[in-house]
Antibody, heavy 122, light 109 residues
């Protein structure tokens, strides 16, 4: 079955760019009309949706992060990527990649990666 | 502060029934379906309920979901110690934004 594994730099300096990848195994990132998302969770806090790329190829982003974030699909490497510019300490969190089911009035996450911890510090 | 409002905490004794609420608005819960997630300590969230009332394969029928107007609820019956976790509601908002509730920490006394 499909599995998701996040990777990337665990430590990023303030004002720099956070870059994460998520490898999809057990299936193709392009098949089945799948949509993909990034979600984060600051230490001791709740979940925050970052954005998602939907099966038709477009992307939606959290309005509070939209000016700094890019989510893309690398079909040749079967992976999802996240780039977040101009990071501050408030961007320190566990970052999850996830598979989204979206059709009609339904939108939910049916598969989560294990998450990767990112700290923003000089 | 989340657009979706959940109580920060809930509790119950083994065997009891606990209900966790999620309040939203006309552009989110009022229009689209709600999902619920369980996050055990130190682990990634797991889908518990989707499309308001549906359980994925493997989720015990002790967990049930409902929706009415702009609010939704997760009910856990026959509470067990392993149900102690954080629970989150989520929904798509028609302003093109994914929303999570602030989360409810469930304690089994």
């Amino acid at each position: 079955q499909l599995q998701l594994q996040e990777s990337g730099s665990g430590l990023v300096k303030p004002s720099q760019t956070l870059s994460l990848n998520c490898v999809v195994s057990g299936g193709s990132i392009s098949s089945g009309g799948y949509s993909w998302s990034w979600i984060r969770q600051p230490p001791g806090k709740g979940l925050e949706w970052i954005g998602y790329v939907y099966h038709a190829g477009g992307a939606y982003y959290n309005p509070s992060l939209k000016s700094r974030v890019t989510i893309s699909v690398d079909r040749s490497n079967n992976q999802l990527s996240l780039k977040l510019n101009s990071v501050t300490a408030a961007d320190s969190a566990v970052y999850y990649c996830a598979k989204v089911v979206d059709f009609g009035d339904n939108w939910y996450i049916d598969l989560w990666g294990r998450g990767t911890q990112v700290a923003v510090s000089s | 502060q989340s657009v979706l409002t959940q109580p920060p905490s809930a509790s119950g004794t083994p065997g009891q029934r606990v209900i966790i609420s999620c309040f939203g608005g006309s552009s989110n819960i009022g229009t689209n379906t709600v999902s619920w997630y369980q996050q055990l300590p130190g682990t990634a969230p797991k889908l518990l309920i989707y499309s308001n009332t549906q359980r994925p394969s493997g989720v015990p029928d002790r967990f049930s979901g409902s929706k009415s107007g702009t609010s939704a609820s997760l009910a856990i019956s026959g509470l067990q110690s392993e149900d102690e976790a954080d629970y989150y509601c989520a929904v798509w908002d028609d302003t093109l934004n994914g929303l999570f509730g602030g989360g409810t920490k469930l304690t089994v006394l």
